[in-house]
């Protein structure tokens, strides 16, 4: 995703209540992060659960937990805070 443009990683109703971001910079800088510690693969983005990361070869990632409200859809803006 390059800056200012938009992107829809999830296509079709929302599958629950909280939906869980992460999000970085180019220079591998926290843009959106949170409390929610999931293991995520280091070549693909894909989660693994939640337990024993590094152990399994995986990096620990904090997730920002996002209450939709049960909402059908769902917009999140991004911000560097750096800038």
């Known amino acids: 995703m390059t800056p200012g443009a938009c992107s829809t990683p999830l296509r079709g109703p929302m599958p ?3 939906v869980y971001l992460y999000a970085i910079d180019i220079d591998a800088v926290d843009v959106l992060a949170g409390k929610v510690s999931m293991c995520v693969d280091r070549g693909k ?3 693994f659960g939640i ?4 152990r399994r070869g995986l990096r620990a990632v904090n997730f920002a937990e996002i209450d939709t409200g049960g909402a059908s859809d769902w917009t999140t803006f991004l911000n560097d805070s750096r800038k």
């Open 45 to 47: 983005f894909k989660i």
């Open 51 to 54: 337990s024993d990361c590094w």
């Open 16 to 18: 629950g209540r909280y």
